[in-house]
């Protein structure tokens, strides 16, 4: 089998004193779509933020495409090419679509999905229609939207797409969930952290489970869709 694209080995991470985290490890194949699950506070956040270096103190193993980045800082694990989408978007609401799309540009990379603004506006045909349009005069939902596609523009090879359904109309976590197959197509590899049992189970090739901060499940995606017992323990569907 081929080796990893990213490879999350005994991490721990803290906030504080207070540890949020405990020994999580994980894996995402390349152009696989990996989803890590679990209710509110459960640590999917405090776990792509570590694995993106946003985290002041955290422990183990991180590698990428190969390489270490468990001591790197966030700019230089951009330009690695790992993606970050973070839950609360982040847009420059101030910036026009177009100018928001252009902060996050970077060169192509050799066996990554190349992105322009024109292709992202076929993914997001919304976005098309208002490139002149400012990050806060936007809906949630388009902030949503343009926050994938600013970070898509640095042509990652893997994206961490924290809570893409969260708080967003039922049209757009459809919209979200057609986007995230498109871009399986596209050969990307995605870390997806969601609470949406359905959203995850559609677009999903294998799930982890976090609860309390430790991985509890860790397999194919329709093989926890049958277990009844897990979803109802740490998910509660």
Do not use: C
Not at 81 to 108: C, I, K
Not at 194 to 199: A, L, V
């Amino acid at each position: 089998m081929n080796a990893p694209l990213l490879k999350v080995d005994g991490l721990n991470a803290f906030y504080g004193r207070a540890q949020i985290l405990f020994d999580v490890s994980l894996e995402v194949g390349r152009g696989e779509v990996v989803a890590l699950m679990g209710r509110n506070g459960a640590g999917k956040s405090t776990t792509m933020k570590s694995i993106m270096g946003l985290m002041a103190r955290r422990e183990g193993a991180i590698h990428f495409d190969g390489a270490d980045i468990s001591a790197l800082p966030p700019h230089r694990i951009a330009r690695m090419g790992l993606g970050y989408v973070p839950e609360d978007r982040r847009v420059f609401s101030g910036l026009t679509v177009m100018e928001n799309l252009d902060t996050g540009r970077q060169p192509e990379r050799a066996g990554a999905p190349a992105w322009t603004p024109d292709k992202l506006f076929q993914l997001f045909p919304n976005l098309g229609e208002m490139p002149q349009r400012l990050g806060g005069q936007m809906s949630g939902g388009e902030q949503q939207m343009l926050t994938v596609s600013r970070t898509l523009m640095g042509n990652p090879y893997l994206v961490l797409l924290d809570e893409p359904s969260e708080g967003v109309a039922p049209l757009i976590v459809e919209q979200m969930a057609n986007m995230i197959l498109e871009l399986k197509r596209e050969g990307l590899s995605i870390l997806l952290s969601e609470q949406n049992f359905h959203f995850a189970e559609l677009v999903s090739d294998r799930a982890y489970v976090l609860e309390k901060g430790q991985i509890r499940y860790g397999g194919a995606m329709h093989e926890l869709a049958r277990d009844d017992g897990v979803r109802r323990a740490y998910l509660g569907v």
